[in-house]
């Protein structure tokens, strides 16, 4: 089998891994929307919305039950969520969603990744004037006519509908997005996924080679950190 078998073997072991890391992510969603609104997904729109975003990555039925066995059983430990925001090498300005049941391990994480890149942890909200925070929900317009279901969203809170490379994804401002939730839900569309993201409304684009080597691998590092959610950043993608 020789080199190629190895070439696909490593790809099949970094796909598992990266399964395994949205596993625990979707895991940890469950348990923080159970503890906020219940266990049962009839009375509790985020743990549904968690449960179809699992579906989404092909994440089992089993472990969904799981997730929510552990997250309703008396001994499991509560999730706290933290951000942290920083700047990169180059100035790239880094926020990094977190959930944890241990914060000292996990400021101690992203402040040791931040300093081996030559970056600076900075304060909570300090950066709320480069990301927006929207919603965006992928769905299924199942043959509906775009235009006319434009008209029908706008009064959930409808900011954009835009089609790209055969996905309809639906934008609202991050405080509609129960609302577009609970109007996409009564007009019967189906929802693939969605997620609450935080989009840079400005970009750093003049860094270095060597800068961006190092942010790039920065980022790879938090990414893997057991208690990271989400990245955001706003380096400029290579068009």
């Given at each position: ?210 800068q961006k080597e190092d942010f790039l691998k920065m980022v790879d590092k938090l990414e893997d950190d057991e208690d990271v959610q989400s990245v955001y950043h706003n ?5």
């Amino acid at each position: 089998m020789g080199r190629i078998f190895e070439t696909r073997k490593h790809k099949m072991f970094a796909r598992y891994a990266k399964m395994a890391r949205q596993f625990t992510r979707i895991g940890k969603e469950i348990a923080m929307a159970c503890k906020t609104g219940g266990s049962n997904p009839d009375l509790n729109p985020r743990l549904r919305m968690v449960m179809q975003n699992a579906k989404s990555i092909n994440m089992p039925k089993h472990n969904i039950d799981a997730a929510i066995k552990r997250a309703t059983d008396k001994d499991t430990s509560d999730y706290e969520e933290i951000i942290y925001e920083g700047y990169g090498p180059g100035g790239v300005a880094v926020l990094i969603e977190t959930a944890t049941d241990n914060t000292n391990r996990t400021v101690a994480s992203v402040r040791m990744y931040f300093n081996k890149y030559g970056g600076t942890l900075g304060k909570t909200g300090s950066l709320d004037f480069i990301f927006d925070r929207k919603g965006i929900f992928e769905i299924d317009p199942a043959g509906k006519n775009v235009e006319d279901l434009e008209l029908e969203l706008i009064d959930f809170g409808l900011e954009e509908i835009e089609q790209a490379e055969g996905k309809t994804f639906v934008y609202v401002p991050f405080n509609e997005f129960g609302n577009m939730q609970k109007g996409l839900e009564d007009l019967g569309i189906v929802v693939v996924s969605a997620e609450k993201e935080r989009i840079p409304n400005t970009y750093v684009d003049n860094i270095s080679a060597e800068q961006k080597e190092d942010f790039l691998k920065m980022v790879d590092k938090l990414e893997d950190d057991e208690d990271v959610q989400s990245v955001y950043h706003n380096l400029k993608e290579d068009e």
